[in-house]
């Protein structure tokens, strides 16, 4: 995608690209669901990510430099709260894209 769209582009643009080429692929996936943050009774916020591929991966995606690093816990949050347990992170910057793989284990937490 960053090769076809170039380097720089607003984050929407890279989401709507990478939509546009699950369902090319013929991909299942479902965009933004979003689960709920409370605070006790009391909802504050919500945790969403760009796409859930067949209810079973979290896609996110983000163009800051620090990508990984600022949006990493709430992935984790979103994996916490809906049962999904495995997400990717494509963090796109200047020069390439890093993607992460985060593994959220109920267990281990």
Avoid: T
Avoid at 10 to 19: H, I, L, P, Q, W
Avoid at 59 to 86: M, T, W
Wanted: positive net charge; hydrophobic residues 40%; aromatic residues 12%.
């Amino acid at each position: 995608m960053q090769n076809r769209l170039g380097s720089g582009q607003k984050e929407a643009r890279y989401v709507r690209a990478f939509g546009g080429e699950l369902v090319q692929a013929g991909v299942s996936f479902r965009r933004g669901p979003s689960y709920p943050i409370l605070y006790g009774e009391r909802k504050v916020g919500s945790y969403k990510v760009d796409f859930l591929i067949d209810d079973k991966l979290a896609v996110d995606i983000k163009i800051a430099q620090d990508a990984y690093e600022r949006f990493f816990p709430l992935v984790l949050g979103y994996l916490k709260h809906s049962g999904v347990r495995l997400a990717l992170m494509a963090c796109f910057r200047d020069d390439r894209v890093y993607i992460k793989r985060i593994i959220y284990s109920p267990d281990e937490a």
